[in-house]
C-alpha cells in the first residue's frame, strides 16, 4: 500500500486513550470476478455488544496486558515505525473479539492501537491512514469503514493501484432490527497465510454471478434497507450469501465452513428469519429479524434445542450506527473528550 500523508498535530496530546472498537459482521463480497479493473468490493455492518476495549497510557517501554497482547505489541511496533513515532505506551486491552470467528478482531484491534497511539502522540491520523500504515484492508474495507463510521457500508473494491477500498456507500440500519449470531467454539475461519492461500486458489467469480451479487445489493438489498423492509433485505442477504458460498465451498468444504452452524441457521430460518448467513469466512453464523420479539423467541427456541450441546453459543445483538467510541484524558486538565 501507499504510505499515508503525515498528519496534522492537534494539541496537546491526552495522557490516556480509551477505545470500544465494535464487532463487525462481513456479508460477502461484490465482485470477485475483476473485469471492470476492480475486485472484491464488500458489504458488511457494525453490530454492537461485543468489541474491542483498551487503554493506552504513555510509559517508558511498550507493553500490552490482556487477550490479544501480542497482536496488539506487533501492531504497536509497526505503527511506530511507519509513523516514526518515538517513546513508549502501555496497553490494556480490558476485552476483546473473538479471533478468527469472522468478527473482524485483527482489523478492530489494529485500529484501535493505532488510533490510540497517533492521540497519544497529538497526531489525527485517519482510519484510512491507520489502515495503511498496519497494512490492513487488502481485500475489504468494511471493517475499516465500520470502525469510522458505524453502520452499513459498502466498499469500492481495490483498483490497481488502490489503497484502502473506499467507503462508496454507508446507510443507517434500524434498531428494531436484531441479527441473532451462531458461534462455534470448536472451530476458526481462516486467516493469515491460510486465508491467502485460499484466495491464490479460488477460481474467478463468473461475470454472470458478479452481476447478480452486484445488482441484488444496489436494486434490492439497498433500496430495502432504506425503506426499513427487513424481509426484502434479508431474502437478497440469503441469496448474496448462497452465491459467495458457493465460490468459497472448496476452501471451507461448504457454504457454511461449521455443519453444525448451517444446521442451526436453517431452524433458524423455519422459525422465522428474513435470512441467513455467515460472516466472513466464519464460523459465525447470523439471522436477521426484524423485531427484537421475534429474535427473542427464536433464541429461546434455539437454546432449548442445543441445550445439550456446549460448542455452540447464541447471542442476539442491534447495529451499532455509530462510529467505534474513542475517549481522551487530558494530561493535566483532567478533562475528558471523545472524538
Not at 57 to 71: F, L, N
Request: proline content about 4%; hydrophobic content about 40%; some cysteine.
Amino acid at each position: 500500500m501507499n504510505p499515508p500523508v503525515k498528519s496534522s498535530r492537534s494539541s496537546p496530546p491526552p495522557a490516556t486513550v480509551h477505545i470500544h472498537a465494535p464487532a463487525r459482521l462481513h456479508l460477502g463480497f461484490l465482485d470477485l470476478h475483476g473485469g471492470l479493473g476492480r475486485r472484491f468490493g464488500s458489504l458488511g455492518l457494525s453490530i454492537d455488544g461485543m468489541g474491542t476495549e483498551l487503554t493506552a497510557t504513555k510509559a517508558d517501554t511498550v507493553s500490552a496486558v490482556g487477550s490479544g497482547a501480542d497482536r496488539a505489541l506487533q501492531y504497536a511496533r509497526e505503527f511506530m515505525s511507519a509513523a516514526g513515532l518515538q517513546g513508549g505506551v502501555r496497553f490494556e486491552i480490558r476485552r476483546a473479539i473473538r479471533e478468527h470467528a469472522g468478527l473482524g478482531s485483527g482489523t478492530q484491534l489494529a485500529l484501535a492501537v493505532g488510533t490510540a497511539l497517533s492521540r497519544l502522540h497529538g497526531l489525527a491520523y485517519r482510519c484510512e491512514e491507520i489502515a495503511a500504515f498496519l497494512d490492513r484492508g487488502r481485500r475489504s474495507g468494511v471493517g475499516i469503514g465500520t470502525f469510522a463510521e458505524g453502520g452499513f457500508i459498502v466498499d469500492g473494491g481495490r483498483g490497481p493501484d488502490s489503497g484502502t477500498p473506499p467507503v462508496v456507500c454507508r446507510m443507517t440500519v434500524p434498531d428494531a432490527w436484531r441479527f441473532l449470531l451462531i458461534m462455534d467454539s470448536r472451530r476458526q475461519g481462516l486467516s493469515g497465510e491460510g486465508e491467502r492461500d485460499a484466495f491464490a486458489r479460488l477460481g474467478a467469480m463468473s461475470e454472470a454471478h458478479s452481476g447478480e451479487v452486484c445488482r441484488l445489493v444496489m436494486m434490492r438489498l439497498l433500496p430495502a434497507l432504506a425503506e426499513r423492509d427487513c424481509a426484502a433485505f434479508g431474502a437478497a442477504v440469503t441469496r448474496v450469501q448462497e452465491i459467495i458460498g458457493d465460490c468459497f465451498a472448496a476452501a471451507q468444504s461448504g457454504r457454511f465452513s461449521s455443519p453444525d452452524v448451517a444446521q442451526a441457521l436453517l431452524k433458524l430460518k423455519d422459525l422465522g428469519a428474513a435470512g441467513i448467513g455467515q460472516s466472513s469466512w466464519g464460523p459465525t453464523g447470523f439471522a436477521v429479524f426484524a423485531s427484537e420479539t421475534g429474535a427473542f423467541q427464536a433464541l429461546r427456541d434455539l437454546r432449548a434445542g442445543y441445550a445439550d450441546d456446549p460448542g455452540l453459543d447464541f447471542v442476539s445483538c442491534r447495529a451499532r450506527n455509530v462510529p467505534a467510541d474513542v475517549r481522551m484524558d487530558a494530561a493535566v486538565s483532567g478533562k475528558s473528550g471523545r472524538r
